[in-house]
């Protein structure tokens, strides 16, 4: 069966290109290359577009004889969707409805919809149920809260089956180590303390699920759509939270080399806390994490990333998250990890 993956040429993305194959299907990736990488393009066919062109789009559907869509395609940092918002709405948001909207014309019908915890803001309690209240603090929460929202209504009214995932920080690399993690600024954890520890950068910014697990959720709520499950919200991760100095430590560990590290300001529009329930996910597509420990997260991004090397362009700026001073000044912190924040909670005294 042919799959569209927009935003396939991307990090979660182009992981899951690969577990469709593994599943034994066909996905065809549009992607405008504007985040994602031609060279992670590896199963099926790239077309180079946007979505914002409707008549490529129905063009794609019609004449790949698209059948379903697993849709990442977005703007995904939340500092800059604060000083952004119009960008991220009109991508996000707008965009997506154009995709809705060809899809149903063609009559295509079922889409698995890339989401996130981010929905949730600030969490009354962790972890975090798919019942619990979406309240998001940012523009990038925000737009797809709203895509949700499209989603349940496209259901109603037109029939359309949807799986919306809510995940946050997706980590690590592809175990066979054909394909792996570079974002230009990179913002998450793991790939910034191991380049870091390899030297690639100066000091740490700290602004997890294994995205091999998240690849294979995507293909696990499109085998329950086609075989009639019903339209559902669920969240992925682990359920655990881990400390930015067990993070570190792991890293040290794994590659041999300290990492070094800086305090840092929390980023604008991110929770402190947020750590998701993965039982409903667990219960309606048999699912669990299976490459998702901490120390297995942070092998397979350090092999791709000594293999690899991607680009490193030095510390990005405005977009640090809250991190331990190095050595033994290093001070407790909370630090989701797995479906959980891209916020730390600090230590008294230190918010």
């Not at 590896?42 to 063009?59: I, M």
């Not at 709520?221 to 009639?228: D, F, Q, R, V």
């Not at 992925?236 to 080399?257: C, D, L, M, P, Q």
């Not at 806390?273 to 667990?282: I, Q, S």
Request: aromatic share 8%; net charge neutral; with cysteine.
């Amino acid at each position: 069966m042919r799959i569209l993956v927009t935003g396939g040429a991307g990090y979660i993305g182009s992981h899951t290109a690969k577990a469709l194959v593994q599943a034994g299907h066909e996905p065809v990736v549009f992607d405008n290359l504007s985040e994602g990488h031609r060279w992670s393009v590896k199963w099926g066919p790239l077309v180079e577009g946007d979505l914002s062109d409707g008549a490529l789009v129905r063009q794609v559907i019609a004449t790949h004889g698209i059948k379903a869509v697993i849709h990442f395609a977005a703007h995904a940092y939340v500092g800059e969707s604060m000083h952004r918002p119009r960008e991220y709405f009109r991508n996000n948001v707008t965009n997506t409805l154009g995709l809705l909207d060809a899809m149903l014309e063609a009559g295509v019908c079922r889409i698995v919809f890339s989401s996130s915890c981010a929905t949730y803001g600030i969490p009354r309690n962790v972890p975090i149920t798919e019942s619990h209240p979406q309240n998001p603090i940012s523009p990038y929460g925000e737009s797809k809260r709203a895509v949700e929202r499209f989603l349940y209504w496209y259901g109603q009214a037109y029939g359309a089956d949807w799986m919306a995932l809510r995940y946050f920080n997706a980590a690590g690399a592809d175990p066979d180590g054909e394909i792996g993690e570079d974002h230009h600024p990179e913002t998450h954890l793991i790939p910034i303390a191991i380049q870091a520890a390899l030297g690639k950068r100066p000091f740490v910014e700290v602004d997890y699920i294994h995205v091999t697990d998240l690849a294979r959720a995507h293909v696990l709520a499109l085998h329950y759509l086609l075989g009639g499950g019903e339209s559902a919200a669920l969240n992925f991760g682990t359920g655990e939270g881990k400390s930015v100095r067990e993070v570190i430590a792991a890293v040290e560990r794994v590659t041999g080399h300290r990492v070094p590290v800086r305090e840092a300001a929390r980023r604008s529009g991110d929770p402190r806390v947020l750590v998701a329930n993965p039982a409903k996910a667990g219960r309606i597509l048999d699912w669990k994490p299976q490459y998702s420990s901490l120390d297995t997260i942070v092998e397979t991004a350090s092999r791709w990333h000594q293999a690899h090397s991607p680009g490193v362009a030095g510390p990005d700026q405005g977009v640090s998250g809250w991190v331990a001073q190095a050595g033994e000044r290093s001070l407790p912190a909370t630090y989701a990890i797995s479906g959980g924040g891209v916020a730390v909670e600090p230590p008294p005294g230190r918010r």
